[in-house]
Protein backbone atom coordinates (compact mmCIF):
# COMPACT_ATOMS: atom_id res chain seq x y z
CA UNK A 1 0.00 0.00 0.00
CA UNK A 2 1.39 3.25 -1.12
CA UNK A 3 1.77 5.96 1.67
CA UNK A 4 0.28 8.91 0.47
CA UNK A 5 0.30 12.58 2.90
CA UNK A 6 -1.65 15.62 2.07
CA UNK A 7 0.05 18.80 3.03
CA UNK A 8 -2.84 21.48 3.40
CA UNK A 9 -2.59 25.08 3.66
CA UNK A 10 -3.33 28.13 2.30
CA UNK A 11 0.71 28.80 0.68
CA UNK A 12 -0.65 32.34 -0.04
CA UNK A 13 2.45 32.51 -1.00
CA UNK A 14 4.33 29.46 -0.79
CA UNK A 15 7.18 30.05 1.62
CA UNK A 16 10.99 28.40 2.31
CA UNK A 17 9.70 26.89 5.77
CA UNK A 18 6.51 25.08 3.62
CA UNK A 19 9.25 23.89 0.98
CA UNK A 20 11.48 21.90 3.89
CA UNK A 21 8.52 20.54 5.39
CA UNK A 22 7.58 19.10 1.81
CA UNK A 23 11.04 17.84 0.73
CA UNK A 24 11.94 16.18 3.88
CA UNK A 25 8.27 14.48 4.03
CA UNK A 26 8.79 13.05 0.79
CA UNK A 27 11.84 10.97 2.30
CA UNK A 28 9.47 9.39 4.52
CA UNK A 29 6.60 8.83 2.44
CA UNK A 30 5.70 7.80 -0.96
CA UNK A 31 4.02 10.38 -2.43
CA UNK A 32 2.77 13.95 -0.61
CA UNK A 33 0.49 16.01 -2.26
CA UNK A 34 0.27 19.79 -1.39
CA UNK A 35 -2.92 20.76 -1.52
CA UNK A 36 -4.51 24.08 -1.71
CA UNK A 37 -7.42 24.22 0.19
CA UNK A 38 -10.47 26.51 -0.88
CA UNK A 39 -12.27 28.64 1.48
CA UNK A 40 -14.53 31.08 0.40
CA UNK A 41 -15.22 33.33 3.39
CA UNK A 42 -11.28 33.89 3.37
CA UNK A 43 -9.73 37.05 1.73
CA UNK A 44 -6.42 35.87 -0.15
CA UNK A 45 -3.22 38.21 -1.76
CA UNK A 46 -3.17 35.50 -4.80
CA UNK A 47 -5.84 33.64 -6.63
CA UNK A 48 -5.95 29.94 -6.23
CA UNK A 49 -4.25 29.92 -9.73
CA UNK A 50 -1.17 31.65 -9.39
CA UNK A 51 -0.82 30.16 -6.02
CA UNK A 52 -0.93 26.76 -8.10
CA UNK A 53 1.45 27.85 -10.51
CA UNK A 54 4.14 29.15 -7.40
CA UNK A 55 3.74 25.59 -6.43
CA UNK A 56 4.43 23.82 -9.54
CA UNK A 57 7.59 26.53 -10.41
CA UNK A 58 8.85 24.82 -7.27
CA UNK A 59 7.39 21.09 -7.33
CA UNK A 60 7.51 20.27 -11.04
CA UNK A 61 11.09 18.22 -10.59
CA UNK A 62 10.43 16.51 -7.84
CA UNK A 63 8.92 12.93 -8.61
CA UNK A 64 6.89 12.26 -5.27
CA UNK A 65 5.33 15.65 -5.24
CA UNK A 66 1.86 16.83 -6.71
CA UNK A 67 -0.07 20.01 -6.50
CA UNK A 68 -3.89 19.95 -6.09
CA UNK A 69 -7.04 22.16 -4.68
CA UNK A 70 -9.58 21.17 -2.75
CA UNK A 71 -13.06 22.38 -1.16
CA UNK A 72 -14.38 21.00 2.25
CA UNK A 73 -13.25 19.28 4.64
CA UNK A 74 -9.53 18.04 5.00
CA UNK A 75 -10.19 14.34 6.09
CA UNK A 76 -12.94 14.58 3.43
CA UNK A 77 -10.13 15.11 0.65
CA UNK A 78 -7.73 12.90 1.87
CA UNK A 79 -10.13 10.24 2.30
CA UNK A 80 -10.76 10.46 -2.21
CA UNK A 81 -7.14 10.35 -2.15
CA UNK A 82 -6.97 7.25 -0.13
CA UNK A 83 -4.06 9.41 2.36
CA UNK A 84 -4.13 8.20 5.54
CA UNK A 85 -1.75 10.72 6.60
CA UNK A 86 -1.89 14.81 7.21
CA UNK A 87 1.00 16.53 7.28
CA UNK A 88 1.88 19.63 9.12
CA UNK A 89 5.11 21.84 10.22
CA UNK A 90 5.29 22.90 13.42
CA UNK A 91 7.36 26.18 14.26
CA UNK A 92 6.61 26.98 18.00
CA UNK A 93 4.49 26.13 20.64
CA UNK A 94 1.15 28.42 19.70
CA UNK A 95 1.39 25.73 16.38
CA UNK A 96 1.44 23.09 18.63
CA UNK A 97 -1.36 23.97 20.77
CA UNK A 98 -3.64 24.97 17.56
CA UNK A 99 -2.29 21.55 15.53
CA UNK A 100 -3.24 19.09 18.96
CA UNK A 101 -6.52 20.17 18.39
CA UNK A 102 -7.34 19.28 15.00
CA UNK A 103 -5.28 16.03 14.88
CA UNK A 104 -7.11 15.24 17.57
CA UNK A 105 -10.19 16.10 15.76
CA UNK A 106 -9.72 14.80 12.54
CA UNK A 107 -8.24 11.28 14.31
CA UNK A 108 -11.86 10.97 15.10
CA UNK A 109 -13.56 12.18 11.71
CA UNK A 110 -11.21 11.01 9.76
CA UNK A 111 -11.23 7.14 10.23
CA UNK A 112 -8.19 7.06 12.13
CA UNK A 113 -6.58 9.77 10.10
CA UNK A 114 -2.83 10.29 11.27
CA UNK A 115 -1.94 13.76 11.47
CA UNK A 116 2.29 13.68 11.14
CA UNK A 117 4.53 16.65 12.49
CA UNK A 118 7.59 17.70 11.60
CA UNK A 119 9.47 20.98 13.70
CA UNK A 120 10.64 23.75 11.53
CA UNK A 121 14.56 23.39 10.93
CA UNK A 122 15.72 26.95 12.75
CA UNK A 123 16.31 28.83 10.05
CA UNK A 124 12.65 28.91 9.18
CA UNK A 125 11.09 29.04 11.84
CA UNK A 126 10.18 32.59 12.00
CA UNK A 127 9.22 32.39 8.35
CA UNK A 128 5.47 32.67 8.06
CA UNK A 129 3.14 33.50 4.86
CA UNK A 130 1.57 36.27 6.79
CA UNK A 131 4.76 38.17 7.36
CA UNK A 132 5.38 37.53 3.72
CA UNK A 133 2.53 39.21 2.43
CA UNK A 134 3.09 42.00 4.98
CA UNK A 135 6.17 42.81 3.17
CA UNK A 136 5.20 42.40 0.14
CA UNK A 137 2.76 44.95 0.61
CA UNK A 138 5.42 47.17 2.13
CA UNK A 139 6.45 46.63 -1.55
CA UNK A 140 10.06 45.02 0.07
CA UNK A 141 12.35 41.88 -0.16
CA UNK A 142 11.23 38.67 0.27
CA UNK A 143 13.82 36.62 -1.60
CA UNK A 144 15.67 35.21 1.45
CA UNK A 145 12.34 33.82 2.86
CA UNK A 146 10.45 32.56 -0.73
CA UNK A 147 12.34 30.18 -3.24
CA UNK A 148 13.45 31.78 -6.45
CA UNK A 149 11.39 30.26 -8.91
CA UNK A 150 8.26 31.83 -6.87
CA UNK A 151 10.63 35.24 -5.73
CA UNK A 152 9.94 36.32 -9.50
CA UNK A 153 6.37 35.48 -9.52
CA UNK A 154 5.55 37.07 -6.56
CA UNK A 155 4.47 40.91 -9.12
CA UNK A 156 1.46 40.53 -10.66
P1 LIG B 1 -2.83 27.47 6.90
O1 LIG B 1 -3.82 28.25 6.11
O2 LIG B 1 -3.22 26.03 7.17
O3 LIG B 1 -2.25 28.16 8.10
P2 LIG B 1 -0.23 27.75 5.71
O4 LIG B 1 -0.01 27.80 4.25
O5 LIG B 1 0.07 28.99 6.48
O6 LIG B 1 -1.70 27.29 5.84
O7 LIG B 1 0.57 26.55 6.37
C1 LIG B 1 0.47 25.22 5.96
C2 LIG B 1 1.34 24.35 6.86
O8 LIG B 1 2.69 24.76 6.76
C3 LIG B 1 1.01 24.42 8.35
O9 LIG B 1 1.20 23.13 8.92
C4 LIG B 1 2.05 25.36 8.90
O10 LIG B 1 2.31 25.13 10.27
C5 LIG B 1 3.24 24.97 8.05
N1 LIG B 1 4.23 26.05 7.98
C6 LIG B 1 4.01 27.34 7.64
N2 LIG B 1 5.17 28.04 7.69
C7 LIG B 1 6.13 27.15 8.07
C8 LIG B 1 7.54 27.26 8.35
N3 LIG B 1 8.18 28.42 8.25
N4 LIG B 1 8.20 26.14 8.74
C9 LIG B 1 7.54 24.97 8.85
N5 LIG B 1 6.22 24.80 8.65
C10 LIG B 1 5.53 25.88 8.26
Do not use: W
Not at 17 to 28: E, L, M, P, Q, T
Not at 62 to 89: M, P, Q
Not at 131 to 148: C, L, N
Request: include cysteine; charged fraction near 25%; charge should be negative.
Amino acid sequence: MNKIAVFPGSFDPITLGHVDIVRRAAKIFDEVIVAVGVNSQKKYLYSLDHRLDMLEAVFSSDDKVSVDHFKGLTVNYCKEKAAHFLLRGIRSSGDFDYEKTISQLNHVIGDELETVFLITRPEYSFISSTIVREIIKGKGDVSAFVPAEVNSMLNI
